[in-house]
Nanobody, 121 residues
Framework: QVQLVESGGDLVQPGGSLRLSCAASGSIVSIDSMGWYRQAPEKERELVAAITSGGSTNYADSVKGRFTTSRDNAKNTVYLQMNSLKPDDTAVYYC???????????????WGQGTLVTVSS
């Protein structure tokens, strides 16, 4: 079994920065893709950023140039550095990993519990 623990959500003023972290633990054999989704009130969940095991990244158009995702494979951790935050970035941010465990024969998608980011003056 794999658990994800997220941290870093907070209240921040417009123009400010936050760094989210998501650490995976458990019976991990290998992790493929890692990334972040977000869901704002009354909106659908949307992909924010993703990073492959090789380090290739993908971003939503709305965050390009402001957000950066990275990963530390030794720590099974993915990060989301968010700069120049806007009120529209307010949402619950969920991390995910595609993970191969010792009990499975295929990669499974595991989600974090979510962390709230509020951008407001």
């Amino acid at each position: 079994q794999v658990q994800l623990v997220e941290s870093g959500g907070d209240l921040v003023q417009p123009g400010g920065s936050l760094r989210l972290s998501c650490a995976a633990s458990g019976s991990i054999v290998s992790i493929d893709s890692m990334g972040w989704y977000r869901q704002a009130p009354e909106k659908e969940r949307e992909l924010v950023a993703a990073i492959t095991s090789g380090g290739s990244t993908n971003y939503a158009d709305s965050v390009k140039g402001r957000f950066t995702t990275s990963r530390d494979n030794a720590k099974n951790t993915v990060y989301l550095q968010m700069n120049s935050l806007k009120p529209d970035d307010t949402a619950v941010y969920y991390c995910y990993v595609e993970v191969l465990t010792s009990r499975a024969d295929r990669y499974l998608e595991v989600w974090g519990q979510g962390t709230l980011v509020t951008v407001s003056s």
